[in-house]
């Protein structure tokens, strides 16, 4: 990681993306031979984080789509907080999509196609939304392609959408396969799926590894303080290192 990953660096990467005459375009209106730039956001880790991010691109006017996971250890999108965040980013003028973890479903389609539908309509009640979008969170190589509909929606791993535009990722805080700017399909003016994920964007530290610790810290003093406001018989862990 660089100096390169934080609010400021994300807000030069895509101005300077746009200066080539890029426009920002949901997946709905992706042509793959235009000069379009999808702004996708997986949210693995933070619902706060994203939601910082969120308003960083409402200030530029800029319209990205995040994905939201529903069954993670992770965040939970009904805590208050949760919720808080989540509504922040749909207010902002963002799309909200679901981010699947299909492992947990195994490999059987039906019960798949319930499952997208259930967590569907769960993310649709916190933000009013329909939910067109689905990405699947770590996907299988069976995955990538994707390109059946699931519960009537489309995925971000379509061969539309993956295979044949751009498509160009911050997996693990890194540029692993090539920073954007030099993507081959900006050279040649074709469309552009950028993914990032917030938690390599927002907060402290210089290194990938600094980021998930300071996100470690933030959500173990959420709950310390929540055990602490719900449960009397519970000592907070630093008071007791010094009893
Ligand atoms: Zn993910």
Redesign the pocket.
């Known amino acids: 990681m660089t100096v390169e990953f934080t609010l400021a660096g994300y807000r030069e990467l895509i101005a300077a993306i746009l200066a080539r005459g890029y426009e920002i375009t949901d997946f709905s209106q992706t042509r793959a031979a235009r000069r379009h730039l999808i702004l996708r956001h997986?949210i693995?880790q933070c619902l706060a984080s994203a939601a910082r991010l969120a308003a960083v691109e409402a200030e530029q006017g800029w319209r990205a789509s995040y994905?939201v996971?529903m069954r993670s250890e992770m965040y939970n999108p009904f805590s208050p907080a949760g919720l808080g965040a989540l509504r922040e980013i749909a207010g902002a003028g963002h799309e909200i999509g679901l981010?699947l973890d299909a492992s947990i479903y195994g490999a059987d389609a039906a019960a798949l196609e319930a499952a997208v539908e259930r967590e569907c309509a769960m993310l649709e009640s916190i933000t009013g939304q329909r939910v067109s979008m689905i990405?699947f969170?770590?996907p299988s190589p069976n995955l990538r392609p994707y390109d059946r509909i699931l519960a009537g929606r489309g995925n971000t791993y379509e061969s539309r959408f993956f295979d044949e535009i751009g498509y160009c990722s911050d997996s693990r805080g890194a540029w692993r396969h090539g920073r954007p700017r030099d993507h081959a399909a900006i050279a040649e003016g074709r469309a552009l799926q950028l993914l990032t994920?917030a938690i390599w964007w927002v907060g402290e530290g210089d290194r990938p590894e600094d980021r998930l610790s300071a996100f470690l810290d933030r959500r173990f003093s959420l709950l310390e303080t929540e055990l602490a406001a719900h449960c009397a018989v519970h000592t907070p862990r630093k008071l007791k290192e010094r009893i």
Do not use: A, C, I, N
């Open positions: 997986d693995d994905f996971l981010h990405s969170h770590r994920h």
